[in-house]
């Protein structure tokens, strides 16, 4: 039987995060985003070499920090450029509740003109998620449109 190039239950394209504190990130995710934790494997000094976790239908690898092979998280890089979309039922809640846990709102929930509801966080361990709610499917000229109005009514104010 021949072996899929992309794992089963894996999509072609994974996160995969370094994180300073990955234990106490995997228990963040859990509980402000309802992870599962698929696998760990810890380093000797408590640390996590490589752990899997899924929200929803996708997975995200992450690990601690990892010198050996140039892997830094956001804190030894002063930031990141990366944000995560992650899709829910309910953002307004998810989001209120990552914030609880001790995430940092970056721009609030609102209705945005591409049909979704969303905003963005910064995790407490400096990866940007922003977090939405997909509420209308728009065609590509309603979206045009749409962003059209936004860029005129931005230029007269």
Known sequence: MAVSAIPKGFHAVTPYLVIE????????????????????MPLP???????????????IMLSDNCPDVQFKSPQQLGGT??????????????????????????????DQFYGDRSGTLEDPFGHIWTI?????????????QRMGELMSKEQDA
């Not at 504190?21 to 760990?40: R, S």
């Not at 000094?45 to 997975?59: F, N, P, Q, R, T």
């Not at 992650?86 to 995430?103: C, I, N, P, R, T």
């Not at 939405?132 to 045009?144: I, P, R, V």
């Open 81 to 110: 450029p990366v944000s995560i979309m992650l899709y829910v039922e309910d953002v307004d809640a998810v989001f209120a509740k990552a914030l609880s846990l001790g995430a940092k709102e970056l721009r609030p929930v609102h």
């Open 21 to 40: 504190g990955a234990t106490k990130a995997i228990e963040f995710y859990k509980h402000a985003f309802n992870a599962e934790l698929v696998m760990q």
């Open 45 to 59: 000094d408590g640390g996590v070499a490589h752990a899997e976790i899924k929200i929803a239908d996708s997975h």
């Open 132 to 144: 939405g709610t997909h509420k209308e499917d728009l065609s590509e000229q309603e979206l045009m």
